[in-house]
């Protein structure tokens, strides 16, 4: 079975510069939610889409910005990175007819150094 | 706002143990409650759920949890722990309604001695 795909599942990047990861949602899913795990720390949600229109918001910082396709994929573009964003950046989806389960990605590894 | 505690973050058992994994939770109605494993830089995979009806739930991996409400708690079971379950468990909580965003709890880390 398909599950949610998400790119690339490494990234190392210099502080101060930009990050885009990917996440490819299971075909006919209509929620994306993306979350950020630090070392050691649970996942935390920063931001999810509906219907490719922001539903709601967590603890993303003004630095990252989000934004979901017309073919359902979504976008986490990260700026000015700093070395706290190192973290693992997972990908959800899910289908409101199946009464909202999350599906995860594997995840991205972000690594700032 | 939902909440969920997981008061142990580190359970170590011996192969063929058994196992049980604490988790408690704050919401207003009646939640959908999910246990999640994450194996070292793997992904979560959603071992089980429960959404509503009967209050033990089967999972993957010959896990099993029970929902009692009047205790707030979805604790995890397992009768006898393999090597191979060596991971990071989160238990998660998400509304029943409207806007679904699972909230984790922080994660027990379970060692298996042999």
């Known amino acids: 079975a398909a599950g949610v795909i998400q790119s690339p599942r490494h990234l190392i990047k210099e502080k101060r510069e930009t990050a885009t990861l990917k996440c490819y949602p299971i075909?006919?899913?209509?929620?994306v939610y993306w979350y950020q795990q630090g070392p050691g720390q649970d996942p935390q949600f920063l931001i999810s889409f509906y219907e490719k229109m922001q539903s709601d918001k967590g603890s993303i910082p003004d630095r990252f910005s989000a934004q979901q396709f017309s073919d359902y994929h979504s976008e986490l573009n990260m700026s000015s990175l700093e070395l706290g964003d190192s973290a693992l950046y997972f990908c959800a989806s899910s289908f409101t007819g199946d009464g909202n389960e999350a599906f995860f990605g594997q995840g991205t590894r972000l690594t700032v150094v | 706002a939902q909440s969920v505690t997981q008061p142990d973050i580190h359970i170590t058992v011996s192969e063929g143990a058994s196992l049980e994994l604490r988790c408690n939770y704050s919401?207003?109605?009646?939640?959908?409650l999910f246990w999640y494993v994450q194996s070292p830089g793997q992904g979560l995979q959603l071992l089980l759920k429960y959404f509503s009806g009967d209050t033990l739930v089967q999972g993957i991996k010959g896990f099993e949890a029970e929902f009692k409400r009047s205790q707030s708690s979805f604790n995890l079971r397992k009768p006898s722990v393999h090597w191979s379950d060596a991971a990071e468990y989160f238990c998660?909580?998400?509304?029943?309604?409207?806007?679904?965003?699972?909230?984790f709890g922080r994660g027990t880390s379970l060692i298996v001695h042999p």
């Open positions: 998660a909580v998400g509304p029943s309604g409207g806007s679904y965003i699972p909230t």
């Open positions: 075909p006919r899913h209509d929620t």
């Open positions: 919401y207003g109605a009646t939640p959908y």
